[in-house]
């Protein structure tokens, strides 16, 4: 998957169909078919049919699952991809990793197992 098909670099409010503001807090499930951008603090779980952004601010505690997932903030729960999976500068997750492909950034933190799925 290229950088043409997923923003590794910073994203666009924009280009996000919906964005949970760094204002919010929030409790329970979430579910979504298009792009999801995260910068608040969640509990529960997350369920994305399209891209997943979880920004520097945010912190989230949740079990994952996104077509694909890419972490700037914290993360604390079990993340699965149907494509890609990646940990970039600064990006914090303790729990497993399971998609295709896995990036994780050489200033990540990651505490867990990962699982390179078919």
Not at 43 to 67: D, K, M, P, W
């Amino acid at each position: 998957m290229g950088e043409e098909e997923v923003k590794l670099s910073v994203v666009d409010e924009e280009e996000v169909d919906t964005v949970l503001g760094s204002e919010i807090e929030f409790e329970g499930d979430i579910e979504s078919s298009k792009s999801l951008m995260i910068k608040g603090k969640i509990s529960g779980s997350i369920r994305c049919g399209a891209e997943l952004y979880i920004t520097e601010q945010a912190e989230v505690h949740s079990n994952i699952h996104a077509a694909t997932v890419v972490i700037r903030g914290k993360v604390y729960g079990d993340i699965s991809a149907d494509s890609l999976i990646a940990v970039l500068d600064w990006g914090h997750v303790e729990g497993s990793l399971s998609a295709p492909d896995i990036y994780l950034s050489p200033d990540c933190f990651f505490k867990g197992t990962t699982v390179f799925t078919p």
